[in-house]
């Protein structure tokens, strides 16, 4: 999913302070066509490290499959410790290795890295210090 497509149906929602983070020079500008604040980043660490704002809410959709496999724990401790809020919530969407289409997810983009399992994201979460688990699942 597009940044802009995440961040403009929050926005829609009445969210105001809405701040996006992207890889892609083209998702960057899409958002910025539309309005939408959102920085360049060339890696999460590098943008944590410099972040002086901690966030209530971050959502990082379809990314986590994209992180060598190696680099994925520390990444989650990365957002945990230096961007996520004490009380902030965190959402993270994956690709479902579980599901009927899973290998297909996994080499239909050939950027991706790993997939998750509901166990795999459980366990990934846990290891980087993520306490509570209110896990929805949607199999696609």
């Given at each position: 999913?597009?940044?802009?497509?995440?961040?403009?149906?929050?926005?829609?929602?009445?969210?105001?302070?809405i701040?996006?983070?992207?890889?892609?020079?083209?998702?960057?500008?899409?958002?910025?066509?539309?309005?939408?604040?959102?920085?360049?980043?060339?890696?999460?660490?590098?943008?944590a490290?410099?972040?002086?704002?901690?966030?209530?809410?971050?959502?990082?959709?379809?990314?986590?499959?994209?992180?060598?496999?190696?680099?994925?724990?520390?990444?989650?401790?990365?957002?945990?410790?230096?961007?996520?809020?004490?009380?902030?919530?965190?959402?993270?969407?994956?690709?479902?290795?579980q599901?009927?289409?899973?290998?297909?997810?996994?080499?239909?983009?050939?950027?991706?890295?790993?997939?998750?399992?509901?166990?795999?994201?459980?366990?990934?979460?846990?290891?980087?210090?993520?306490?509570?688990?209110?896990?929805?699942?949607?199999?696609?």
């Amino acid at each position: 999913m597009w940044a802009w497509s995440l961040l403009n149906e929050l926005r829609k929602l009445g969210y105001i302070n809405i701040h996006g983070i992207d890889i892609s020079d083209e998702s960057v500008e899409a958002c910025k066509a539309k309005g939408i604040f959102i920085t360049k980043i060339d890696t999460i660490e590098k943008f944590a490290e410099n972040s002086l704002i901690k966030y209530d809410f971050i959502t990082m959709s379809h990314v986590l499959e994209h992180i060598e496999k190696i680099n994925i724990i520390d990444t989650l401790i990365t957002i945990k410790s230096y961007l996520l809020a004490e009380s902030g919530s965190f959402v993270v969407m994956v690709p479902n290795a579980q599901s009927v289409t899973g290998a297909y997810w996994m080499y239909e983009d050939f950027t991706h890295t790993t997939l998750f399992t509901s166990g795999s994201i459980y366990y990934v979460l846990k290891s980087a210090g993520f306490q509570k688990y209110p896990f929805r699942s949607l199999w696609y």
